[in-house]
């Protein structure tokens, strides 16, 4: 498959400027909160005494922050390429460490957020796209576009208030068992359902006028048939388009769910290392969150041929 | 030739009334004005100064004299809320407006000029949007310290990609249609072309993605300001009012409502009213 | 003379739109009987499109259908869906225009033939679907059809394409064929490869065809009996010969004269002056009379709508008020 090769390269001669000048962006971000030589001088010394310039020159020349910028990057760079991201100014752990104990919880709150959201966008897309009539088009618009409005740190406390604190179902914070998962899933669930149901139901609209959907129904065909076999497959294309951004979303959203739910994760590293201006994390999360990113997106570029058969075998569509 | 007897309608006239016979869009429009009001008014319509402290009747319910009660350290509500959510939604507001002009600017830019040019900003567009804004936005903040003059500059300076690409690509398929080619040909200069032939063909969707821009830089807002990069306190803004009433969820879980519903039914209102504009924009065919 | 195979009568499809209402079909009837070919001819926007989806209640949602349509005994505007279901694709066969639109760009062709199959066939295994997909393209003159059947439609040329939708419309053996436009899309060799297989495929299954097209070439060719629509009405109808050789009405008149004849030498290629109508905006009584060289306005062309009856000659119906003084058609053949 000729096709797929030449397309396979042609994207990742696209990423790979990507990844560098994210990882620019993430070093410039860290090293522009300042020099941190005089901190780390002091931290070797009793609270009271001060170091002395040359103290701090001697830290300076040695960490290489004398260096010019690009240097320093390129030095960083290549030392993240081998896994060493430095350490935590607040911790002093390394980066790399932190940020590997930190990712499992993370990743199991965005794999649980993605399972409600396909649980959830799907019928209803499906319900948006059949129904006509007056009303009930108009409520499901609502309730597509409520999810895309209402805050992240709005939603969870109530959330947290009808069925922790009123009902009791599930516990109010804690990481421990399914059942500490549910509200931050759903709380991180809401925008990506939301801007996916709304997507796909378009998309399915536009689907079913079709020719070939008219064709399926001259065969005799039964409708629901027709929107799972035929209309899905063409009309999730779009959508996978912007799976992309559904991760950025869900990245950004963890930082808020964890903090108040209180668990451990990337999120609560982020806020962490802003809030005391811990750099070399900061470049950490930073790249990392834009690699993950960006990596995702390249792996749904090859994955589109496989499911659009007419990209793959190089034919106008 | 016979018909032709009907008069001309007006151009905008079928966009109107299509949107007028959409529910949710007019009352996405009849939200945004009702919320969006008194805080234009702020000044006449409060009660008190927002930033009175009263410690002794903190915490109090609705009264005649609060109607929406006082905060932990005492301060009238409805005021915090009309001053501060005319500090959200102008922040919104002007954040949008930036992001517009910055990503039209540049998506005119791309497609008229190709090559290089184009290239460049392409590439810009694919590491803005690499990295989820709320991360950046927070990392940057720490860097440049808070406050909302800092606020506007690093959502602006990271929001524009959504519109450039999309304005590109109406300039690449516009650049494409023979009457571009042939006001090349009389001798019209680039900058000439952009303003009188893309613009005008530009005007609708940018509205439409501006208008729906607004709810999701609004959330960005209130979620930034929520976790302390944002406004710096005590001045008020929704988000952050928010996140002070954290401590007192169960004693007074409406400190958090408030300003809660009220993000909510501004980004709402936005949503029905930009959804309502893109239904009514679109031609639809029987 | 055999019973009518299937029976439209008054059939009326409007659209509501943004401009007004569309009066897609106004007052059609036709039958059409076993084992015969019946074409419908007229320009884009004259309803004959319409007309043949709405026997099998294929429009869109926005249309409204009123009128009787017989078939087998039953009214298929009043069906309930379950039956209609039965009905399409198994007793009623289409074919499509564009067969590159009107087939699933992400499914194998095989894949589609067999679901034909098996939708009305529950028992067939997937297997001896497939088996039967593969025979059909084999059938419709597809060279190495086990191959072809697990390609995707773009993978065809445009001739392949509508064979493979050929196949799929006989899938069943039915009763009617509906061919909209099968060849408007294709070069003229492929037209003519097309047509042949069409009647080809007819006679081997012994169904009823309807033919939709714009090319009168194309009746002359193919159809027993030919119906001409213009702005949703029916104008002329009959055999094909006696339309051919003797068309009583204006328009018929123009269509003709206006197909290029190779043989002949012409100096100007003759048209019909004018625009069709919009069909928001249909102009009163004759719908063709702002066009019409022989119109007498306001009375009676302008006026009453033209029935469809009899000719004086016999032979054929047409629906025009002045078919009495215009019997005489050599006038208007062959001009030069």
């Known amino acids: ?317 | 030739m016979s018909g032709g007897r009907r008069r001309r309608e007006h151009e905008g006239a079928r966009p109107l009334r299509r949107f007028l016979r959409e529910p949710t869009a007019v009352v996405g429009a009849l939200l945004l004005i009702v919320v969006t009001f008194p805080l234009y008014a702020a000044s006449w319509v409060a009660p008190d100064d927002p930033y009175v402290v009263d410690v002794p009747h903190r915490l109090a319910g609705f009264s005649r004299a609060h109607p929406l009660g006082t905060d932990g350290l005492g301060r009238d509500m409805l005021s915090r809320m009309l001053y501060g959510g005319r500090k959200s939604v102008l922040l919104t507001l002007v954040v949008t407006l930036l992001i517009t002009f910055v990503g039209v600017f540049l998506g005119i830019l791309a497609g008229m000029r190709g090559g290089i040019i184009d290239r460049l900003v392409v590439q810009l567009v694919d590491i803005v949007q690499s990295v989820p804004i709320v991360i950046v936005s927070m990392v940057t903040i720490a860097v440049l310290g808070a406050g909302t003059s800092k606020l506007i500059f690093v959502i602006a300076v990271l929001g524009w990609p959504r519109h450039t690409r999309v304005v590109r690509a109406a300039t690449l398929s516009l650049r494409e249609r023979q009457f571009i080619e042939s006001c090349r040909v009389l001798g019209a200069s680039r900058l000439r072309i952009a303003l009188r032939h893309v613009v005008p063909n530009i005007v609708r969707p940018v509205v439409v993605l501006s208008t729906l821009d607004v709810g999701r830089i609004l959330l960005l807002i209130s979620t930034l300001s929520f976790l302390g990069f944002g406004a710096r306190p005590p001045a008020p803004e929704w988000g952050s009012m928010l996140a002070d009433a954290r401590r007192y969820f169960f004693v007074a879980p409406r400190l958090l409502i408030i300003p809660g519903v009220a993000i909510f039914l501004v980004a709402l209102g936005a949503n029905l009213f930009g959804e309502g504009l893109r239904d009514a924009f679109e031609a639809r065919t029987g | 003379m055999a019973e009518p195979l299937l029976t439209v009568e008054d059939l009326r499809v409007q659209f509501r739109t943004d401009h007004g209402v569309v009066k897609a079909a106004d007052g059609v009837s036709f039958s059409v009987f076993p084992d015969e070919v019946l074409g419908i001819v007229g320009e884009s926007g004259s309803g004959k499109t319409v007309t043949a989806l709405s026997v099998l209640r294929l429009l869109p949602p926005t249309a409204r259908v009123t009128g009787r349509v017989t078939f087998g005994g039953r009214d298929m505007l009043a069906l309930p869906a379950a039956e209609l279901r039965a009905i399409r694709g198994d007793r009623v066969g289409l074919i499509f225009q564009d067969a590159l639109a009107a087939l699933n760009p992400l499914h194998r062709v095989g894949k589609q033939i067999a679901e034909a199959v098996r939708v009305h066939h529950h028992g067939t295994s997937r297997d001896d679907a497939w088996k039967r997909a593969v025979e059909l393209l084999g059938l419709v003159g597809i060279p190495t059809p086990e191959e072809r059947a697990r390609q995707y439609p773009h993978e065809f040329s445009g001739g392949m394409r509508q064979r493979a939708m050929i196949a799929m419309a006989i899938a069943n053996d039915p009763d009617v064929l509906i061919a909209d436009e099968p060849t408007t899309a294709l070069d003229v060799t492929t037209q003519a490869q097309i047509l042949e297989l069409l009647k080809d495929v007819r006679r081997r299954t012994r169904s009823a065809l309807i033919l939709i097209t714009h090319d009168f070439g194309v009746i002359a060719g193919v159809a027993d009996r030919v119906l001409v629509m213009y702005a949703g009405k029916v104008v002329e109808s009959g055999t094909v010969d006696e339309v051919l050789l003797r068309p009583a009405h204006p328009y018929t008149r123009g269509l003709i004269a206006s197909m290029p004849r190779v043989a002949q030498e012409t100096r100007h290629l003759v048209r019909i002056a004018g625009q069709p109508p919009s069909l928001v905006d249909v102009p009163a009584g004759c719908p063709f009379h702002p066009r019409c060289p022989h119109a007498r306005t306001p009375d009676p062309c302008a006026g009453a709508v033209p029935q469809l009856l009899p000719t004086p000659g016999g032979g054929h119906a047409v629906a025009c008020h002045l078919s009495d003084e215009l019997a005489d058609p050599l006038a208007e053949l062959g001009t030069a």
């Open chain 1, 1 to 317: 498959m000729r096709g797929t090769g030449r397309y396979a390269v042609s994207r990742l001669l696209l990423a790979v400027p990507t990844l560098f000048g994210l990882s620019f962006l993430s070093f410039v971000l860290g090293s522009a909160s300042g020099d941190p030589s005089s901190k780390l001088a002091s931290a070797g010394l009793p609270p009271e005494i001060l170091p002395t310039p040359e103290q701090i020159d001697a830290v300076r020349h040695r960490l290489g922050f004398d260096k010019p910028l690009l240097v320093q990057y390129w030095r960083w760079l290549t030392k993240a390429l081998h896994g060493d991201l430095g350490r935590s100014l607040l911790t002093h752990r390394g980066v790399t460490d932190a940020i590997r104990d930190a990712l499992p919880s993370t990743i199991e709150l965005a794999l649980s957020s993605v399972l409600i959201m396909v649980v959830l966008a799907v019928p209803l897309a499906l319900i948006g796209a059949r129904t006509r009539g007056r009303w009930l088009p108009q409520i499901v618009r609502l309730v597509e576009l409520s999810g895309a409005s209402i805050p992240g740190f709005f939603l969870a406390y109530l959330l947290i208030y009808v069925f922790a604190v009123k009902l009791h179902l599930v516990p109010v914070v804690g990481q421990s068992g399914w059942k500490s998962m549910v509200l931050p899933a759903f709380t991180l669930a809401a925008l990506p359902t939301a801007l996916v149901a709304r997507l796909l139901q378009s998309s399915l609209v536009e689907v079913m006028r079709e020719d070939y959907v008219r064709t399926a129904r001259g065969k005799g065909l039964a409708d629901l048939r027709i929107y799972l076999g035929h209309a899905m497959r063409n009309a999730a294309l779009p959508v996978l388009t912007v799976l992309g951004s559904i991760l950025a979303s869900l990245i950004e959203g963890a930082v808020v769910v964890e903090l108040i739910f209180g668990r451990s994760g990337i999120g609560n590293l982020t806020l962490e290392s802003a809030g005391s201006s811990d750099y070399p994390m900061m470049q950490g999360v930073v790249l990392l969150a834009g690699v993950v990113v960006v990596l995702f997106n390249l792996a749904v570029d090859l994955l589109y041929p496989i499911i659009d058969v007419r990209v793959r075998l190089g034919a106008r569509s």
